[in-house]
């Protein structure tokens, strides 16, 4: 049995989202993708700092979580944000960070506020 397997579902999804925007250039596809008023066809890596190679290996972490849609058009892909998927996202991480800090526990190892 793998470890993580022991906890739920629903922690297990928040932590492969955590992971998967975890990286800076991810979250800069996110960016660029929301910046962008359409589809974006073609290479995003001319508009990075990053070889072609390495943010293909980013928008496919993007695509597998569900964050980008990845259509191929001929010999280009067209990229878009999926909404629906980051506002599902959204919610669950604000939703465990909500019942996270609505816990009223003393701080006592130093930090200026509890809450």
Do not use: W
Not at 3 to 18: G, H, W
Not at 31 to 46: R, V
Not at 54 to 79: A, M
């Amino acid at each position: 049995m793998i470890k993580k397997e022991v906890f739920p579902d629903d922690l297990q999804q928040l932590a492969r989202f955590a992971r998967v925007i975890s990286h800076p250039a991810r979250l800069a596809i996110l960016k660029y993708l929301a910046e962008t008023p359409a589809c974006i066809t073609g290479d995003i890596s001319e508009f990075l700092p990053l070889s072609r190679t390495t943010v293909s290996q980013h928008l496919k972490e993007l695509r597998n979580l569900g964050l980008i849609h990845g259509e191929i058009d001929g010999l280009k892909v067209n990229y878009c944000l999926c909404c629906p998927s980051i506002g599902k996202y959204l919610e669950m991480f604000e939703s465990f960070f909500r019942q996270v800090q609505a816990v009223e526990v003393p701080c006592t190892s130093g930090c200026e506020t509890g809450k």
